[in-house]
């Protein structure tokens, strides 16, 4: 009776464990995203909003260097994805903005899960950070990233042509997972385009 009652707390501390494990896993790879972006394509004059995603997270390289990843759908298998790097952090009333300013590269990949094909588009823009690097979650501004499509699948419609992204998101901050992040990405598109892609997380 006692073995058995002894079994039986252990089995129940063993599910406890693997709830823990599992909420902590999911926490490390997700972030909820409340961002607002839209497109506007240079021959199209209206604006296409992409809203935010499911996934957003971000992590920082000292004071001023950050990488952030925001996906919609599972990491594993995104609808799409949205990849930006900032290298120098502005200061506010200190730094000139003008409609060239850059310090953002930016890289918004689209899936057509139906077709099975995949468009990357890639440029720069300007990102301002409302928030510390430090905090547990980023609020950042995106202006004037411009948009060209540098690669795809073959087959693959691209809706956008030559464009610009601009709005904000949310994402949360997670320097473990970033580079499995940035891995499953890599893999998604790797297994659509069929030839090895790699994009590094810093």
Same mark, same amino acid.
Not at 28 to 42: E, H, N, P, W, Y
Not at 183 to 193: H, T
């Given at each position: ?6 079994? %039986? ?21 997700? /972030? ?10 240079? *021959?199209?004059?209206?604006?296409? %909003?992409? /809203?935010?995603? @499911?996934?957003?997270?971000? +992590?920082?390289? /000292?004071?001023?260097?950050? *990488? ?23 200061? +506010? =009333?200190? *730094? ?15 899936? @057509? ?23 547990? *979650? ?32 949310? =994402? ?29 997380? @810093?």
């Amino acid at each position: 009776m006692i073995r058995h009652r002894t079994l %039986k707390r252990l089995a129940s501390f063993l599910m406890l464990l693997m709830a823990l494990w599992t909420s902590g896993c999911s926490w490390q790879t997700t /972030g909820a995203s409340k961002g607002d972006l839209q497109i506007s394509s240079r *021959t199209n004059p209206e604006s296409i %909003k992409i /809203g935010g995603f @499911d996934h957003a997270i971000y +992590a920082s390289h /000292g004071k001023s260097i950050l *990488t952030a990843v925001l996906t919609d759908g599972p990491i594993d298998h995104p609808k799409r994805a949205l990849i930006v790097r900032m290298f120098w952090r502005p200061k +506010a =009333a200190a *730094t000139p903005l003008d409609e060239t300013a850059t310090n953002a590269t930016v890289q918004y990949i689209v899936f @057509d899960r139906v077709n099975n094909t995949v468009g990357i588009y890639s440029g720069g823009g300007f990102l301002f950070p409302e928030t510390d690097l430090t905090q547990s *979650t980023l609020h950042a501004n995106l202006w004037q990233a411009t948009l060209n499509l540098s690669e795809k699948s073959e087959g693959f419609e691209d809706t956008y042509g030559p464009s610009l992204m601009t709005g904000r998101f949310t =994402a949360s901050r997670n320097d473990e997972y970033l580079p499995e992040a940035v891995r499953q990405v890599n893999i998604a598109v790797s297994e659509v385009l069929g030839v090895p892609r790699f994009v590094h997380a @810093d």
